[in-house]
Each structure stands twice: as C-alpha cells, then as structure tokens.
C-alpha cells in the first residue's frame, strides 16, 4: 500500500513538472520570439544611462550609431555558459559600430547573488569577458531599471511589450536607436539572428 501511495505520488509530481516545464518551456527555452520594422519611439533611447560593473555612469548617447544587444546575465544559471558565446560575438563584430551590454540580475532563481566585484571576477575568469559589464538591476517589478522599463513597455519603446521571463533574455536595438527583437533566453547568442544583427546584414 505505501508502495502504491510513493508510485502514484511520484506519477502526480512528474505529470506537475511536465506541465510546468510546458508552461514555461515557451517564456525561457526560446518559444516565440518577438521582431519590429523600425519605427520612432516616443522616447529617445539615447536618453537613457546606467552604472557600469565599476559603478561609473553610462550615457546611451555615447552608443548612437551603434547596433546593441542588450542581456540580463547571472552567473549560477542554465544559461550562464551563454557568457563563452556572447563574448565570441562580441570579438568577432565588437567594436565602432556593434557593442554587448550585460546586465546582472538577481531576479530569478536568485541566481545572481554576487557584489559587483564578485560577478567582474567571476565573468573574466570564466569567460573572459572584455563586453561592457553593467550595475546589478531589476529587470522586472516595482524596481524595474529604466533602461528595462523602456525595452518592456511599448508606451517607451514604440515597439511592443515585453516580459522578462528569465535569465540572459535578449534585446536587440539597431544603430537608430530603434527596437528591433526582444528575443527569448534559449536563443543561441552565435545563432544566425543575433550574428546577422552583429554583423549589420
């Protein structure tokens, strides 16, 4: 009988982890993805800044021109080997006219718990990262970092909103300053996408 009980217990859990893992194979694997034709924003993402890892201010004035990719990054994540690839991209196009901006989360999974110190060493000893390494932010919720409020909410961005479902979830903003993919986690940072938009084809 208690045999019958842990089978049917452990049948239940598997049938609630497959269900879950449906719900949000979508939101975090890479499920639909999301791409704009260029269009204005109603406000100017070169008004946007933040602090860099050092805590140095950052205007986005200083990236016109540019195509960015813009990722919410953790350092005990699924996706965190993602750092290798990003890195890769960012040595083979990196540069005048393409940059990479990490931005450190702790929102999910609490799996981003380091000071700003820890994840710098964590991110050039591991991975070698030489891309341009942000503050910690929220990237959802109450204390959702402006920078994030505008490539989530269409009233900012003029595109679409978004939701930040999980770690390393990726923006990509053309070099006018125009909102051109919100693209999920699972997207693969050298696939044929992400490449193409580095490499301004």
Request: aromatic share 12%; with cysteine; net charge negative.
């Amino acid at each position: 009988m208690q045999r019958t009980l842990m089978l049917l217990f452990l049948a239940a859990l598997t049938v609630v982890g497959l269900m879950a893992f449906k719900t949000y194979k979508g939101a975090i694997l890479g499920g639909e993805n999301n791409h704009y034709t260029a269009m204005t924003a109603p406000q100017d993402f070169y008004s946007l800044s933040a602090q860099t890892l050092d805590g140095e201010a950052f205007g986005f004035e200083q990236l016109r021109g540019k195509r960015v990719l813009i990722v919410n990054t953790a350092s005990r994540c699924g996706y965190t080997p993602q750092y290798e690839k990003l890195q890769t991209l960012f040595n083979e196009h990196g540069g005048e006219d393409f940059v990479i901006l990490g931005f450190p989360c702790n929102q999910f999974g609490r799996q981003e718990p380091g000071s700003s110190d820890e994840i710098g060493a964590f991110c050039s000893k591991n991975f070698g990262v030489t891309f341009q390494m942000m503050g910690k932010v929220e990237v959802k919720g109450a204390g959702q970092h402006p920078v994030y409020q505008w490539l989530c909410n269409e009233s900012q961005n003029g595109a679409g909103d978004h939701k930040v479902a999980w770690n390393f979830h990726k923006f990509l903003v053309g070099a006018e300053g125009q909102l051109t993919a919100s693209l999920k986690s699972g997207v693969d940072p050298l696939g044929d996408e992400i490449s193409a938009f580095a490499a301004g084809k």
